[in-house]
């Protein structure tokens, strides 16, 4: 079922986008040479005990994960991409990490990803993270009455395919409210003119997310990170926001 917020409740939902944000930005600054992952896990953790705010992600189990997460963070190293389980790994010079996270705050939740380059970054890199943040931004931008579904999920195939990626359908954006996930599913392409019409009120975590030489993944043996097919290198960006009589609201805005 799709829900359209109040003026109200989209305010209402503002302190979850500003504490979903606040993790990320202290994550990425923390995502150094030898951190480990593990660690990253317990400092959102410890932000999340410290806000009164609730994880999202530590008794999540949908069908095509193999168990409860168990964790509070996503985070995706190299070429994992999505649903990255955190393990004892320490961040190494060049590593790609992509960091998804999501937490409930007062009954509302918000949902974000960013994705960093710890150390000595590399061009390909680079530009694969920066073709995920036009796509967003390209997404964003179409998030207005007037629109449809369909103009949102093309924005984001638009950039994707005219940098030369090829784009996965399999998961996409969401519906958010007081679950994480809710209706409608957002897809990373879609057809112009098509689709849901889109209507104040409406929240949505719109999430673009690449690998760089193919479009085909496979679930990692712990039964949760899912991994490019060829090795190649993946990223992701996410925002929530809220469509509104005019410009969106972006909840989950970094500074």
Known sequence: MIELRTPAEIEAMRPAGRFVASVL??????????MNLLELDRIAHGMIRDAGAESCYIDYHPSFGAMPFGKVLCTSVNDAVLHGLPHDYALQDGDVLSVDFAA??????????VTVIVGTPRPQDERLI???????DAAIATARPGFKLGDVSAAIGDVCRAAGYSVNLE?????VGRTMHGDPHVPNDGRPHRGLKLKPGLVLAIEPWLLETTDRIFTDPDGWTLRSQDGSRGAHSEHTIAITDGDPIVLTARD
């Open 130 to 136: 920066a073709t995920t943040r036009t796509a967003l």
């Open 171 to 175: 998961f996409g954006g969401h519906g």
């Open 25 to 34: 930005e202290r994550l990425a600054a923390d995502a150094a040479v030898g």
């Open 104 to 113: 409930s705050v007062d009954g509302w939740v918000a949902d974000s990803a």
